[in-house]
């Protein structure tokens, strides 16, 4: 059994910050068509507070002299677990999540006026789900109603996630463990697929080799939409139809990463179809690779978010004027934004929970500083549409060189480091 004793921290903690009651549902359980549903997957803030993976639960948190953490959640019912599956039940939930008590989700609309009366401040996901929002009105309006038997009503109605956002974003030494493996998993999967390419195959054949390590090394899915672009369509940034031929000579550009307990990987790795770079690939293969080193080496406790991004772009700008597609200095390129021509995003983001994890980049106007716990992606890139100022060399070439990157004491260490890189350590492993 696992221990919960790490989520009944984070809600002492959260408690301790928070005034007032506070109330995380988590995800709704999506219809994919007719009544067949989507795979359920928690909500990331309820799941961080609770490790509670069952649809139809609710966290309510009071906090004040007495606080309290209340689960709401299904009932056990031996006739639908017949055809659903186990549940905790609240009882056994209470016990094993170490709740301060537990109920039936079926009890929390009548309670939550009494949980709101006599709080002076509200929080949950405010926005976040319409209905949750109509909700919580209906409740606050039934409050209200209760003005003239001596009941005071909520006067400050915040956003929970703001608070959570921001443990989530320094991950602590047991998430540190977690990312690590799904991003060994995601390494292996890649690995799988750098040795399963070969012309004539299709995206979706690759596609597969990616989702079966996955589940074979027990990740649960994965953590976004595998990118399989093979030629042209590695300049499509979010191409998923992933149904063409690998061709001789093209590259293979593969966005992919899986959810491990939760937690997301997210590489990118770009290597030869038929195993060996082509001049012309290897240019720009190479030009990314030192713009990701440079982006890397900017990754330490006390550099600012953008700049890893900065230093990224300043050796793909170089690199653009090298290979003759502008004239002019780097500096009048970066200003003129004109390099987006063939770099487009932006270098990085938090990763977690989410693949686009939370946490805010700017405080106050100014990109934050990287502290150690915190984990980032660093993934420059470059995708060369077919265009006058390019000799036809370039056409079509799409590579981007995306790893996991957690800020320690004095620098970072790479999750993702298993995943082969340079031109030399591809082209070893496809030949061995
Ligand atoms: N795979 C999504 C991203 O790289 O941001
Ligand atoms: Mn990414
Ligand atoms: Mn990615």
């Not at 995708?383 to 800020?407: C, F, K, L, Q, T």
């Amino acid at each position: 059994m696992k221990n919960h004793s790490i989520h009944a921290e984070r809600r002492r903690r959260l408690l301790d910050k928070v005034d007032g009651v506070s109330i995380l549902p988590t995800a709704p359980h999506h219809l994919r068509n007719r009544d067949s549903h989507y795979p359920f997957r928690f909500d990331s803030h309820f799941y961080y507070m609770t490790g509670f993976t069952e649809p139809e639960a609710v966290l309510v948190m009071i906090s004040g002299q007495d606080p309290k953490s209340i689960l709401f959640c299904l009932e056990k019912d031996m006739e639908r677990e017949i055809w659903d599956g186990y549940r905790y039940g609240p009882e056994k939930a209470k016990e094993v999540f170490a709740f301060d008590e537990a109920h039936p989700i079926s009890a929390l609309e009548a309670m939550l006026p009494n949980l709101l009366a006599n709080q002076r401040v509200v929080s949950y996901p405010l926005g976040q789900d319409e209905k949750w929002d109509r909700k919580m009105l209906a409740a606050l309006n039934e409050v209200r109603g209760m003005g003239r038997s001596g009941v005071s009503s909520p006067a400050d109605i915040r956003d929970i996630r703001a608070e959570i956002d921001e443990m989530r974003l320094f991950k602590d030494e047991g998430e540190i463990e977690l990312m690590k493996k799904s991003a060994g998993i995601a390494s292996s999967a890649h690995k799988l697929a750098m040795k399963s390419t070969r012309p004539g195959k299709m995206e979706y054949e690759i596609e597969a080799e990616l989702i079966g390590e996955f589940r074979r090394m027990g990740a649960q899915s994965p953590s976004y939409n595998s990118i399989v672009a093979g030629g042209a369509n590695a300049c499509i940034l979010h191409y998923v139809e992933n149904n063409a031929e690998l061709k001789n000579g093209d590259l293979l550009l593969i966005d992919a990463g899986c959810e491990l307990d939760g937690y997301a990987s997210d590489i990118t790795r770009t290597f030869p179809v038929n195993g060996k770079f082509s001049p012309a690939q290897k240019a720009i293969y190479e030009l990314v690779l030192e713009a990701q080193y440079a982006a890397l080496a900017a990754v330490k406790p006390g550099a600012l978010w953008n700049s890893p991004h900065e230093a990224a772009v300043k050796v793909l700008a170089q690199g653009f004027i090298d290979l003759g597609f502008f004239k002019g200095s780097v500096d009048g390129l970066i200003e003129s934004g004109n390099y987006r021509q063939f770099y487009m995003h932006r270098t990085g983001h938090w990763l977690g929970l989410d693949v686009h994890d939370v946490g805010i980049y700017k405080k106050e106007e100014h990109w934050r500083t990287l502290e150690p716990g915190m984990v980032l992606t660093v993934e420059p890139g470059c995708y060369i549409r077919p265009a006058e100022n390019v000799p036809e060399a370039y056409w079509n070439i799409g590579i981007r060189i995306e790893d996991d990157v957690h800020v320690v004491d004095g620098g970072h260490e790479i999750l993702s480091i298993e995943t082969p890189k340079t031109v030399e350590e591809i082209e070893d492993w496809m030949s061995s």
